[in-house]
């Protein structure tokens, strides 16, 4: 059975749960606590295992990966239905840059190493931490909300079913409402969100329903 070691509030976790759920596959859930007070990505025993120290990480019997996007990208390849890609060669190239629009561009910028550099190291205080975020999501969320702007609005980000793009935008805008972003600029965005959450594979792999989750 696959293996992913996890943290409940981790977006690039949530976006791995979502694909494979998406794609029915039985794995076991193995929490790995990055929170402060937790820090367990930073024991000897994780390390050993991945050590870059962050998490999601998959294990498929002897073979190991980390970094979000490269897990949807194996688990395409080695179970490829049902896809989460489209065949189009430019639809599929616009599904990725949307995704690492998010992936490198914005989620970095909210990430809770960082955001625990800015407060131990530079002293910045939490309102402050919290506007950092907020104005980077708000800036990546602008530009995809522009990109499909003049587009025909489908169920999902690129069409009728869900791809990658809607694996990775869900946890985003779970991240911009925690952040307490206004989303009422971005109503395509979040009404595609919504829909996947009426969806068993996405309910899932919500944060809250994780055995590590923690009350708010």
Same mark, same amino acid.
């Not at 930073?42 to 295992?49: I, M, N, S, V």
């Given at each position: ?57 998959? @294990?498929?019997? +002897?073979?190991?990966?980390? #970094?979000?996007?490269?897990? !949807?990208? *194996? /688990? &395409? ?24 629009? @998010?992936?490198? +561009?914005?989620?970095?910028? #909210?990430?809770?190493?960082? !955001?625990? *550099? /800015? &407060? ?97």
């Amino acid at each position: 059975m696959l293996k992913l070691y996890s943290y409940w509030r981790s977006s690039a976790s949530y976006r791995v749960r979502i694909a494979l759920h998406l794609k029915g596959l039985e794995f076991q859930t193995l929490p790995v606590h990055i929170a402060r007070g937790g820090d367990e990505q930073h024991g000897e025993t994780y390390r050993a295992l991945n050590p870059q120290k962050r998490v999601p990480l998959l @294990i498929d019997g +002897d073979f190991k990966l980390n #970094q979000s996007q490269a897990i !949807l990208d *194996y /688990l &395409e390849s080695r179970f490829p239905q049902p896809p989460l890609l489209p065949t189009d060669a430019r639809l599929q190239a616009r599904v990725r840059a949307f995704c690492m629009t @998010i992936v490198a +561009d914005v989620q970095p910028l #909210q990430n809770s190493g960082l !955001l625990s *550099y /800015l &407060e131990d190291v530079l002293q910045i205080e939490a309102p402050e931490r919290q506007a950092w975020a907020r104005y980077w999501i708000t800036r990546g969320l602008t530009a995809l909300d522009a990109e499909l702007h003049d587009e025909a609005e489908t169920p999902f980000v690129f069409g009728d079913s869900p791809t990658w793009a809607d694996c990775i935008l869900v946890p985003q805008v779970y991240a911009a409402r925690r952040f307490g972003c206004d989303l009422a600029d971005f109503a395509r965005l979040v009404r595609v969100a919504d829909r996947c959450m009426a969806l068993p594979a996405f309910m899932r792999a919500h944060p809250d329903a994780q055995p590590d989750a923690q009350p708010a």
